[in-house]
């Protein structure tokens, strides 16, 4: 790879073998080359260290989409090849790929002047295996489909050897002898994905599991083969308008018995005209598919194993996770998933008529629109996980502030982190005792939102709270008050105010990016450690994580989360310099 080294997570692998006894200037007679991903040191932004890496350097395509296949925006090996029914596959992989450093290994040359190619590459796998687990791997994974392995259906045809009981038959795939090849050496498939996975640790389930037992290789790659005579109405789905969809569908049954098992059959990909309706996110036509069918196609599955619902929310969490490239030059990424809003009402309309909820309520489906997975977000977006998350990192930053609350220089000593990416100017403010005092009071306002109010901590909710806890008028926002906590407050926004920042939004970003700090993910994991509460008994929600989008939905930019590795380097740089002006003060 061309510019690896400016990623330290990411390292190149070789292991090689030499003819014995042989003159070394002819080089190795066989290669195996992979690739080396250290995750946890970019596990905050894993697929965004991934991405911009994909972006500066060679890295293969296969690669690329392995990574974004089976593992989530955090490194975590994705539920669905763990819950689901078909996609879990044998269903012997699971949290034991959540941890740890991914090792691909990307290509296996062997050289055509030796004898025993299944010996010599068997030798070579199991060498690059102990150098992949002597650099702390975890797992290492294959993809047998690549067309760098298919030479092996060629050497392995003869059935000699240690890969002799393999059986070349004319309907194979020309990659079903690198998955035999794989497989023998104790590779298993990892859920029903071209993806075979070795554990690098002998205490792993997938060990137990026989060849025998294994998925067989042909679900992954199973079509059907039978057309309907729907194929046209299929396409017109995705290309015509939902209306028109609608009349088309409502004339096919007029000359189509709904009784006719040619409503049920699917395309290529096994997809029914449920699964295209609901894709193509046409509400009208999902709507009249399931009041002429009642409930019968909402099981169909496609090739994929998907369920119409299970297709549509899959499409769904594409379009949410997906990255673009915002700077070609510096090869910044930025994701999406931060500045996403919600999901279109047409989309959002099919799920929630897939759910069975015709006439949903307001709050069913706003909670749709925003990704809520747990039904229980308020306003849709701010999850239990994540309104515990920020309510542990407001208790713990307020009892930071109160420490040393009265001695000025020990007080900005102990808590500079807060005030790194606030300018100058303002620094100084702090040092007065009511300008510190202020903050506290707001922080307070900021908790009750969350803790009290069951709010998210916007602006606006932030002033009801001032309201209510200080008697705060709204014609008095900008004007001093008479009452000590508000006339400390009105110092904290007006110090923010005279040096061009805004105090209040400050002091909610904060919040965010102390609950980001201790977070399991992307923190040290002490929130999960020292919540009071019964963390665990908090539904899980795919918001859980998301501080760049819950905190947009606030009404804050997320400028403190970086999005690539250049702006990793600058914001520590930047907070180095910030912090040694500090000192100097």
């Not at 790659?221 to 046209?232: A, G, I, N, Y």
């Not at 040092?431 to 510190?436: A, L």
């Not at 309201?467 to 508000?486: A, T």
Request: glycine share 6%.
């Amino acid at each position: 790879m061309s510019a690896i080294s400016a990623f330290p997570w990411l390292e190149a692998l070789v292991a090689h073998i030499n003819k014995p006894d042989d003159d070394p200037k002819t080089g190795p007679i066989g290669i195996c080359t992979g690739t080396l991903i250290q995750r946890d040191t970019i596990r905050p932004m894993f697929h965004s260290m991934i991405a911009t890496a994909y972006h500066a350097t060679s890295m293969e395509d296969e690669l690329f989409d392995l990574i974004f296949t089976l593992f989530d925006r955090f490194g975590r090996f994705k539920s669905v090849f763990q819950d689901h029914p078909v996609k879990r596959g044998s269903g012997v992989w699971g949290k034991e790929l959540d941890v740890g450093s991914i090792v691909v290994l990307d290509n296996l040359i062997m050289s055509s002047n030796i004898i025993s190619v299944d010996e010599t590459a068997i030798g070579i796998v199991n060498w690059f295996f102990e150098r992949a687990r002597a650099k702390s791997g975890n797992v290492l994974i294959v993809q047998p489909t690549k067309p760098c392995f298919q030479w092996m259906e060629n050497i392995f045809a003869t059935g000699a050897g240690i890969l002799g009981t393999w059986v070349n038959r004319p309907a194979d795939p020309p990659w079903h002898a690198a998955s035999f090849f794989f497989t023998l050496m104790g590779f298993r498939r990892i859920g029903n994905t071209d993806y075979f996975g070795l554990p690098l640790a002998f205490f792993y389930e997938s060990f137990g599991i026989g060849i025998c037992d294994d998925l067989s290789l042909k679900l992954a790659t199973t079509k059907s083969s039978r057309l309907s005579c729907f194929e046209d109405l299929q396409k017109g789905i995705v290309i015509y308008s939902d209306t028109a969809i609608t009349r088309k569908l409502e004339r096919f049954r007029h000359c189509i018995s709904p009784d006719d098992p040619d409503w049920f059959l699917g395309n290529e990909a096994r997809d029914t005209i449920l699964h295209t309706s609901a894709t193509s996110m046409k509400p009208l036509a999902v709507r009249w598919i399931l009041d002429n069918f009642s409930q019968s196609l909402t099981s169909n599955q496609n090739a994929e194993g998907e369920t119409p619902l299970e297709a549509l929310l899959s499409k769904l969490e594409g379009l949410r996770a997906r990255y673009v490239t915002t700077d070609r030059v510096n090869q910044t990424v930025q994701f999406l998933s931060d500045h996403w809003r919600e999901y279109s009402d047409a989309s959002s309309q099919c799920v929630a008529l897939l759910l069975g909820l015709k006439s949903p309520t307001p709050n069913d489906f706003v909670r749709i629109k925003r990704g809520c997975t747990c039904g229980k977000c308020i306003k849709g977006f701010l999850s239990p996980r994540m309104c515990a998350a920020l309510e542990y990192a407001s208790d713990t930053a307020l009892s930071e502030l109160h420490h040393n609350i009265n001695d000025s220089q020990k007080w900005i000593e102990s808590n500079r982190e807060y005030f790194i990416d606030f300018p100058r100017k303002f620094q100084s403010g702090v040092s007065k005792p009511q300008v510190r005092r202020g903050l506290i009071y707001l922080w307070e306002c900021i908790r009750d939102c969350v803790v009290n109010y069951k709010l998210p901590p916007s602006e606006l909710n932030i002033r009801v709270s001032l309201k209510d806890r200080y008697n705060w008028p709204y014609s008095l926002f900008d004007s001093g008050v008479r009452q000590s906590q508000c006339d400390s407050i009105v110092h904290y926004l007006r110090c923010g105010k005279e040096n061009g920042h805004d105090t209040m939004k400050a002091a909610a970003v904060m919040i965010f990016r102390k609950a980001i700090d201790s977070d399991e993910l992307i923190g040290d994991s002490s929130f999960v450690k020292n919540y009071k509460g019964s963390y665990s008994g908090l539904p899980e929600c795919r918001n859980d994580h998301e501080f760049g989008y819950v905190s947009t939905q606030c009404g804050y930019e997320h400028d403190y989360v970086p999005r690539s590795m250049k702006g990793i380097v600058g914001m520590l740089k930047e907070k180095q310099k910030r912090s040694k002006a500090i000192t100097a003060d």
